[in-house]
Nanobody, 118 residues
Framework: QVQLVESGGGLVQPGGSLRLSCLAS????????MGWYRQAPGKERALVAT???????NLIDSVKGRFTISRDNAKNTVYLQMNSLKPEDTAVYYC????????????WGQGTQVTVSS
C-alpha cells in the first residue's frame, strides 16, 4: 500500500519561508510526475507546481520566483521551498504523485496547513 506523508507546514509571518516535504512509501516500482496542490478556505484545490522524474518543473505564475519544487528520486521525496510568503499563500497544501506499483495510479497526501499571517 502506498502512502504520501507531508510535513513542514506551519505559521509564518509575511515575507518568511517554509519548506514542505512529501515522502512516498510502500511497494513502489517507479514515480513519474510529483506535484503540490493547495486549497484555500472556500476555494477549490488548485495546482501549485509539478516536477517530472527527470527534473522538469512547472510552477503557476503567482509563485514563480518565490517557490521552488525539487525531488530526491532515491528517497521518493518531493520538496516545495516557499520564500517571500504572502497571506494569499495561506492554504492546505497537498502532495500528489503518479506512482506505479503493480499498476499505475495517482496518490494524494493528507495535507499540511500553511498559514501566512502577522
Amino acid at each position: 500500500q502506498v502512502q504520501l506523508v507531508e510535513s513542514g507546514g506551519g505559521l509564518v509571518q509575511p515575507g518568511g519561508s517554509l519548506r514542505l516535504s512529501c515522502l512516498a512509501s510502500g511497494r513502489i516500482f517507479s514515480i513519474a510526475v510529483m506535484g503540490w496542490y493547495r486549497q484555500a478556505p472556500g476555494k477549490e484545490r488548485a495546482l501549485v507546481a509539478t516536477i517530472t522524474s527527470d527534473g522538469n518543473t512547472n510552477l503557476i505564475d503567482s509563485v514563480k520566483g518565490r517557490f521552488t519544487i525539487s525531488r530526491d528520486n532515491a528517497k521518493n521525496t518531493v520538496y516545495l521551498q516557499m520564500n517571500s510568503l504572502k497571506p494569499e499563500d495561506t492554504a492546505v497544501y497537498y502532495c500528489n504523485a503518479d506512482i506505479t506499483t503493480n499498476y499505475r495510479s495517482v496518490y494524494w497526501g493528507q495535507g499540511t496547513q500553511v498559514t501566512v499571517s502577522s
